[in-house]
């Protein structure tokens, strides 16, 4: 039996202290992974289906005989890698994440199915800032700057409200969508996970810039009130 709680991993990041947890969940009988900064829960292994449809919302959005070079803003606790991976499809991911401490957990193996991640040939690891890479001209592969993508798939912010620093906010304008597209290739997908309902100003900010956009609502079921809770996935094409 595991014990009921144990601090995985922690470390001192310029956004914060981050923390890394496993705690067993009595009621569940589970093993429950949690990401906190500083003393905010970022997320949890019990809600992961949003995560997971970002991936699938996304890559749905191209064409089926597509071979899709995709990028992921976010690594986290891998779901939305993972169900990238999933699609056979998917010629190569790259998964951004601007805390190198994150990425060492998946590559010590202190997350179940780590090893998904971290031994498909398709996937690499690439510490950076997503927001800074979408907004320059290099981009978000460091081996191969200018290189385009056929997926963008983002889940970092809690919102394009509610974001987890001041600066991440440019990407959610106008001028900040533009500046992604560029890293997009033609025809390409731009998929986002948010945590509040379908926000009409930011609806109103991809359809001035993508040829089509709608926003998804996900609902799933809560184990902790025992009813419905729902994320929101953007795509845009």
Excluded: Q
């Excluded at 498909?120 to 979408?134: K, N, S, T």
Aim: glycine content about 6%; aromatic content about 8%.
């Amino acid at each position: 039996m595991s014990a009921r709680f144990e601090e995985l991993a922690w470390r001192a990041t310029p956004i914060g202290e981050i923390s890394l947890r496993r705690r067993r969940d009595p009621r569940l009988d589970v093993d429950v992974y949690e990401v906190k900064i500083n003393d905010e829960y970022l997320m949890s292994s019990l809600f992961t289906v949003a995560e997971i449809e970002l991936a699938r919302l996304g890559l749905a959005a191209l064409p089926a005989d597509a071979r899709p070079e995709v990028v992921v803003g976010g690594l986290g606790l891998g779901y939305t890698a993972r169900a990238v991976l999933e699609d056979t499809r998917v010629a190569s991911l790259l998964v951004v994440d601007a805390v190198a401490e994150v990425i060492s957990w998946h590559e010590r193996g202190l997350l179940p199915e780590a090893a998904t991640l971290v031994s498909d040939p398709r996937c690499r690891l690439v510490e950076g800032d997503f927001f800074a890479m979408a907004a320059g001209p290099d981009g978000f592969d460091p081996a191969a700057p200018g290189r385009r993508f056929d997926a963008i798939l983002l889940d970092v912010d809690h919102s394009p409200r509610h974001v987890l620093a001041p600066a991440n906010a440019a990407l959610y304008t106008v001028a900040g969508m533009r500046r992604l597209t560029a890293h997009l290739k033609p025809g390409g997908v731009f998929a986002l996970w948010s945590d509040d309902p379908p926000d009409a100003d930011f609806e109103a900010v991809l359809a001035e810039v993508f040829t089509t956009s709608a926003a998804r609502v996900v609902s799933f079921p809560n184990p902790l009130t025992s009813g419905e809770s729902a994320n929101t996935v953007y795509v845009a094409t």
